[in-house]
């Protein structure tokens, strides 16, 4: 059974509504003749959002696909970025990937050169190291990002920072609690419950509907107050570069 069929009942959390609704948004001002990539591409329901903005067809590479290469409805799969043609790519998307990556440089120096010469990249990561739990323990995770730390990784990489902020702002309060609560409270066989887990209700409910508002309202504050050099600090970072000098 394909991926997609496995999951296309699932209730998708608000947190993943409203951040594939504000990164669309980002990237709705790019060339329709975009092409565009979406690592750790998963069931590819982001993936699928990208035909609104561009005309062309779109890759999907995760290293859950069984297959090397294959096509369905325009979406090109590979299991590996390694299939992906040096220089063939206008737009790279890493939706919290970066931190189930144990070598992130070396990974980050494959992304580049994937891209065209004026190629962009748009990065979300987990934020503050902090926040690291059990939760991201049981998601596999490496690590959390500071602003600078994720900045410095990206710059070293020959990549230019044209937007970064956090968001978020109001999950982030929630794991902070959710971090207290853990520590000093829970035995260890129920920290894993924390955090940002499965969802009651559908993506068309009042509920999801309304806290997906909020969140897209978090969402362009932060973006906003980072045009002033105010950062609040968020669960969530978002940097968007663009090629600049390749590291050989």
């Known amino acids: 059974m394909d991926l997609i069929e496995k999951t296309e009942n699932l209730k998708r959390h608000p947190w993943e509504l409203s951040r594939s609704q504000k990164i669309i948004d980002l990237l709705k001002n790019n060339d329709k003749n975009f092409l565009y990539a979406d690592i750790g ?7 699928s959002k990208l035909f609104s903005i561009t005309e062309c067809d779109v890759v999907a590479i995760d290293d859950k696909y069984k297959n090397t ?3 369905e409805n325009r979406i090109i799969c590979l299991n590996d970025i390694s299939f992906l043609e040096n220089q063939s790519v206008d737009c790279v998307i890493l939706m919290d990937v970066l931190e189930h990556i144990q070598n992130e440089h070396d990974f980050l120096k494959k992304v580049v050169k994937k891209l065209k010469p004026t190629g962009k990249v748009i990065i979300t990561v987990p934020a503050m190291q ?3 739990s059990s939760h991201d323990v049981f998601l596999k995770h490496y690590r959390r990002y500071s602003r600078n730390q994720l900045l ?6 020959g990549l230019i920072i044209e937007k970064n902020f956090y968001f978020y702002s109001q999950l982030f309060l929630f794991r902070c609690i959710s971090i207290f609560i853990e520590k000093f409270f829970l035995r260890n066989n129920e920290k894993k419950k924390l955090g940002i887990g499965s969802w ?3 993506e068309h409910s009042f509920i999801t509907r309304f806290i997906v508002l909020i969140l897209n309202i978090d969402f362009e504050v932060n973006k906003l107050l980072s045009k002033m050099h105010i950062y609040l600090p968020g669960l969530s970072l978002l940097a968007i570069c663009r090629v600049g000098q390749r590291n050989v």
């Open 69 to 71: 290469k294959s096509e």
């Open 200 to 202: 009651s209700y559908s």
């Open 130 to 132: 902090f926040l690291f």
């Open 152 to 157: 410095n990784l990206l710059t070293h990489n």
């Open 41 to 47: 591409s998963g069931d590819k329901f982001f993936t």
